[in-house]
């Protein structure tokens, strides 16, 4: 996480923390660890290569001119300082927690999302029930809303919709297949609860936002 | 799974559902009910083999042994946001000629949560509840909730399990959310099941009589930071059983089992610690023979590391450590007094496991043991605790399937 929490990313945090204040829609480029997947990747990339040339023996890698190591690391480091400007190019896809537009909350402490999507938490503040859906654990969406939203660990997720089914505590979340699927069952249920990118989201659904 | 086509349970389960279902006022309110029905269920298969001594049947003979299978399915339905009612059949073989494979209700309670904000809830279940007892109890038939194929057998002993798996009666549960974590307890009062395989740890198995579950109480009190990056939890329990005899046989007699479990558990994105330390004080008194009598107190702990790789899998190492009685922890006394072996008192267990889900719905694991005593091992597998042998080893393979 050096890069996400290094002096310039904080002032980027700061700015979406306003922003989030103020109920705009969110964009972290720094957030999402995707960053420093892309810097490791990439290292793992220069590293590889070197490691592979100098097994295979391929003249023409051994006498590319100056210091190898040094010319890959300085090629990551511009491809990552890049990094947020190509990213922020894309859609906004940080990943929101969505409800049914009958759900009268706009705002939820993390930890009651998290008791919600543990199934813990079988009702809305309002009394209203909760249904909660799901994509696949292999989803990249749900990784992302599990990690970065609800800041759980995934398989612990798992284990604890587990937990509760086999003891007779509480039920499992309902599970969709797709993003597309996500957004029409949550708008189609009172009551429903899910997650998707952001810049999938339209006005079938309300966004709500999380407290730390 | 023609087991459950036949199981006395199943139409009964079923019919209860329906009857939830029908009190829905209107067509379209029993929809929204019937939404809520799910059903889950599970079949594993594990094969045994031992080098000495036998763990699920004659594990140290042939091929080993097969006779260890676990099938569970499980039925829910919300018909009030309040309301859930929840129950699971279950049908374990683990040695034995099969006939504990016949399904039993392993779970079904009807829960309420009394009252829910956004920082409490509290709820009662009535029925056949789910002790709360360690990090693994409520779902140890379940291979997939397990980290290994054997939980650590120090504290989810399999010879006494009936004991602490279920009680039938009232439990009430609450969580707290605060700022930092998550608060739950739990507090139940019921009548424990005691099958044979009390009977036969208490060495009551050949006599006339029989043993009865009474009124118990047991409690939990965990605590989970940051949801879920650090657990701890205390279970107590207050577990009472009645020997009857009648005329003829050794005497009636008390069997009173007091355990504490301190449970503590490090998770982070690929590695867990997890460590739980039970002291266990059990006494069975009024028996005419005395030194069949007993008022003792057990220790048990274990440490394990658990790492998830290649986002399928996952390597296990555990020690566990099991004394049946800290005052006699080589078990010379109980040796010295004729009882039995020294090696039946005490077991060392050092355990290497790999798991790995090849589908959401289907895990393959794979468990070797190297054991130091035979404190743990199955008396109904082993009639003869002098035929053991204190240092053995073994390996087990299984397959799960969940739906």
């Known amino acids: ?212 | 799974m023609s087991a459950f086509a036949s199981s006395r349970w199943t139409p009964r389960v079923l019919g209860g559902l329906l009857s939830l279902m029908s009190f829905a006022a209107s067509p379209a309110a029993a929809q929204d009910v019937l939404d809520t029905l799910q059903f889950q269920g599970f079949v594993t298969q594990g094969l045994v083999v031992t080098d000495r001594n036998n763990f699920f049947g004659s594990s140290s003979s042939g091929g080993g042994s097969l006779q260890f299978t676990e099938v569970g399915v499980n039925a829910s339905i919300r018909p009030r946001e309040r309301l859930l009612i929840s129950a699971q059949v279950l049908g374990r073989r683990a040695g034995s000629d099969g006939r504990d494979a016949r399904p039993k209700l392993d779970h079904g309670v009807v829960d309420y949560q009394i009252f829910n904000s956004q920082r409490r809830s509290v709820g009662v279940q009535a029925g056949r509840f789910k002790n709360p007892f360690g990090f693994y109890n409520q779902t140890r038939d379940m291979s997939f909730t397990r980290p290994s194929i054997l939980l650590p057998q120090s504290i989810y002993f399999d010879r006494t399990r009936s004991l602490g798996l279920a009680s039938d009666g009232l439990t009430v549960y609450g969580e707290e959310r605060i700022a930092s974590g998550t608060v739950r307890a739990q507090v139940g009062v019921g009548r424990p099941q005691t099958n044979e395989d009390l009977e036969n740890a208490l060495r009551l198995d050949e006599q006339p009589g029989s043993l009865d579950g009474r009124t118990s109480v047991i409690g939990q009190l965990l605590y989970e930071h940051d949801g879920g990056r650090f657990l701890a939890a205390f279970s107590a329990a207050r577990v009472r059983a009645r020997f009857d005899s009648g005329s003829s046989g050794p005497g009636d007699a008390d069997f009173r089992f007091q355990p504490w479990i301190l449970s503590l558990q490090y998770n982070e994105e690929n590695w867990s610690l997890t460590s739980e330390f039970a002291l266990r004080e059990s006494s069975l008194q009024g028996l005419d023979f005395e030194p069949a009598n007993f008022d003792i107190t057990g220790e048990s702990w274990y440490v394990q590391y658990s790492r998830r790789f290649l986002t399928d899998w996952q390597w296990l190492l555990r020690y566990d450590v099991l004394y049946l009685d800290r005052n006699d922890r080589r078990g010379r006394d109980f040796e010295a007094d004729g009882l039995g072996p020294s090696h039946s008192r005490f077991a060392r267990d050092l355990t290497f496991g790999l798991q790995w889900r090849l589908h959401p719905q289907i895990m393959v694991a794979g468990e070797y043991h190297h054991v130091d005593g035979t404190g743990w091992l199955p008396g109904r597998d082993n009639p003869d605790p002098g035929d053991t042998s204190r240092r053995w080893n073994m390996f087990l393979l299984q397959t799960s399937l969940r739906f």
């Open chain 1, 1 to 212: 996480m050096e890069f996400g929490h290094g002096g310039s990313g904080e002032g980027i945090r700061d700015a979406h923390d306003s922003r989030q204040r103020a109920g705009l829609p969110m964009r972290r480029p720094f957030d999402d660890g995707r960053l420093e997947r892309c810097a490791r990747m990439l290292l793992a990339l220069a590293g590889l290569r070197r490691s592979v040339a100098r097994w295979i023996r391929i003249p023409s890698c051994r006498t590319l001119p100056g210091p190898n190591r040094l010319r890959d690391l300085v090629i990551a480091l511009a491809l990552c300082l890049l990094s947020p400007v190509l990213l922020a190019a894309d859609a906004d896809d940080s990943v929101v927690m969505i409800a049914h537009p009958g759900v009268t909350v706009d705002q939820l402490p993390r930890n009651v999302a998290r008791a919600i999507f543990g199934m813990r938490q079988r009702t809305w503040p309002d009394g209203t029930a909760a249904r909660v859906f799901v994509l696949p654990n292999s989803h990249p969406v749900h990784g992302r809303f599990v990690k970065e939203r609800l800041e759980i660990v995934p398989h612990q997720l798992q284990l604890s919709w587990d937990r509760i089914v086999f003891s007779g505590t509480g039920q499992a979340p309902e599970r969709v297949q797709t993003p597309g699927q996500m957004l029409e069952q949550v708008a189609a249920t009172p009551g429903g609860v899910g997650y998707m990118e952001q810049g999938a989201v339209d006005e079938r659904v309300r966004i709500i936002t999380l407290d730390p």
